[in-house]
């Protein structure tokens, strides 16, 4: 079947260590997002990357850090710099980055919470 | 920066009862999308508005991207226990770039 994988769907952290949460996509799309999302603040653009090897801050990079190495493949790490880490995340995939922006298909999402 | 509000944050209608949330830009949009999550999951594409005044339906549900397109709106028709969940828009600028996530109406329908 098409479509996006996270991985793991929950995580638990201590303070201070960095975790990498995983994104595979085969739909053979170009561009690759992460969000974040908390309760009552919609979906927030951490990252995204329009074609392999490149990739462009959202608007909470902050404390994040991705790569895009394969086009399959966007893992998002998560360091000990993040000062408030525990949330869902949420990545996604879309067709070309032509001007306007395609429908984004998401992943499951994967669940951090740190201890 | 681009900004985009939507209201209600929440909203408990009885089954049966119509539901309507807004969407709202700071700055003329290319282009809005509709998303629908249901509570545990992860957010689904509805819908695409492109065009000043475009409407479209699906079903129960109907969608409008204002004149100015600045603002859109979802109407939802005698709402069923199926329709539970948030309903998210997401508005691209007119220069292109990313698509800004509104926070989202939280739709709970009593039976």
């Known amino acids: 079947d098409g479509g996006i994988t996270q991985s793991p769907k929950y995580l638990f952290r201590k303070e201070g260590q960095n975790v990498t949460l995983s994104c595979e996509q085969n739909l053979n799309h170009d561009a690759m997002y992460w969000y974040r999302q908390d309760p009552g603040q919609g979906l927030r653009l951490i990252y995204y990357s329009q074609i392999v090897n490149d990739f462009q801050k959202g608007d909470i990079a902050e404390g994040y850090s991705v790569s895009r190495e394969k086009k399959e493949s966007f893992p998002l790490t998560v360091t000990s710099a993040q000062k408030n880490p525990t949330a869902f995340y949420l990545c996604?995939?879309?067709?070309?980055?032509?001007?306007?922006?395609?429908?984004?298909?998401f992943g499951e999402g994967s669940r951090l919470t740190v201890l | 920066g681009q900004q985009v509000m939507q209201i209600p944050q929440y909203q408990h209608v009885q089954e049966g009862e119509d539901f309507t949330t807004y969407c709202n830009s700071s700055?003329?949009?290319?282009?809005i999308q509709w998303y629908k999550q249901r509570p545990g999951g992860h957010p689904v594409f509805l819908i695409q508005?492109?065009?000043?005044?475009e409407v479209k339906k699906q079903k129960r549900l109907t969608f409008q991207f204002g004149e100015a397109k600045k603002n859109s709106s979802l109407h939802i028709t005698a709402t069923q226990t199926t329709d539970v969940g948030t309903y998210f828009c997401?508005?691209?600028?007119?220069?292109?770039?990313?698509?800004?996530f509104g926070q989202g109406t939280e739709l709970s329908v009593k039976p």
């Open positions: 997401a508005g691209q600028g007119n220069q292109g770039g990313k698509l800004i």
């Open positions: 508005l492109v065009k000043s005044g």
């Open positions: 996604a995939s879309s067709i070309g980055t032509g001007g306007v922006t395609g429908e984004l298909f």
């Open positions: 700055t003329t949009l290319s282009n």
